[in-house]
């Protein structure tokens, strides 16, 4: 069982030929409203490639809150544990210009009242997958690692947004996943190769460093060794999802039981197909689309 807690958001979606400099207004025809927030983005990535999910947040009492709901319950996914704020459900303003780049503003509403807590002790055991990100207040989502390591679940953490992190954080993370800004920003390194840096922290932490690395695909350091995999060549779109699909799909593969190199492998080529439609969420792939591209994308090489 994979667990997400995180953050769940209507996003707004602008399509404009530029995006707007500063001062600057942009026009478009229309919008249209999709359900994201890397949370859910990360948990529908997931049941879409396959896994059973159990997402756990917060939505407002309103009709956004309503709408997303309803899209994750739809896609397969345990709802149970998302509850219902006083705040409003959360919203996201990204524009999408004619190149498929993005820019984003969060107003984080009811994501500000999702807690560890909301998960029980019984549902941390060996077996699950505990994945996270960095959406919700930073204090909840290492409250939760930190008890789902000790009571033997595997953890993952997206760093997404980077921010600082507690003393001591990184020991309870099993696979840590980040870009390169963000690998650059927790850090402070802006030098050293990323590959080096990936290996340090992963001997220092006994964790497993995935970096992703646009369109130079990524890579991963680990205490099993180290693996590099290219990137399938699409026509982007919205690259919105893509990190997020990488995510999920990543730590989908891993809970069912494949290796580091297999849920590479399959999270890089969902990540490029994430980008060939607009919408974090209606965008991810489903796991037959995976499966038919792979050979399209040579496996990950072991790292010197």
């Known amino acids: 069982m994979l667990l997400v807690l995180g953050s769940v958001n209507a996003d707004l979606l602008f399509k404009v030929e530029n995006l707007p400099r500063p001062g600057e207004t942009v026009l478009c025809p229309s919008y249209e409203t999709a359900p994201g927030g890397k949370g859910s983005n990360q948990a529908a990535a997931a049941a879409k490639a396959g896994a059973r999910v159990a997402f756990v947040g917060h939505v407002g009492d309103d009709g956004h809150g ?17 509850a219902t704020s ?18 984003i503003i969060v107003a984080s509403g009811a994501n500000l009242d999702t807690a560890a807590d909301q998960i029980p002790d019984e549902r941390l055991a060996p077996g699950t997958t505990i994945l996270c990100q960095n959406e919700i207040r930073t204090e909840e989502t290492m409250a939760l690692l930190h008890r789902a390591h000790g009571l033997g679940a595997r953890t993952i953490l997206n ?21 390169e800004i963000e ?12 590959d080096a840096l990936a290996r340090d922290l992963s001997r220092r932490h006994d964790l497993t460093c995935v970096v992703t690395l646009g369109g130079r695909g990524a890579m991963a350091e680990g205490p099993g060794g180290g693996w590099r995999v290219g990137v399938l060549p699409v026509r982007p779109v919205d690259t919105t999802g893509a990190g997020d699909a990488f995510a999920g799909v990543l730590a989908a593969c ?31 792939p ?7 591209r792979l050979g399209d994308l040579p496996p990950p090489n072991p790292s010197t």
């Open 66 to 82: 309503r709408l997303v709901r309803g899209i994750l319950e739809r896609a397969g996914i345990d709802c149970s544990g998302l």
């Open 86 to 103: 006083k705040r409003p459900t959360a919203i996201a303003v990204i524009g999408i210009d004619a190149a498929g780049e993005n820019a």
């Open 159 to 179: 760093l997404a947004p980077a921010g600082d992190l507690p003393s001591g954080a990184l020991d309870d993370i099993d696979v840590l996943v980040v870009n």
């Open 183 to 194: 690998m650059r920003t927790m850090t402070g390194d802006r030098t050293t190769p990323l």
């Open 254 to 284: 891993l809970d069912e039981g494949r290796t580091m190199a297999e849920a590479l492998h399959r999270a890089s080529v969902a990540a490029a197909l994430a980008c060939e439609a607009v919408g974090a969420q209606a965008a991810q």
């Open 286 to 292: 489903e796991r037959d689309a995976i499966e038919r």
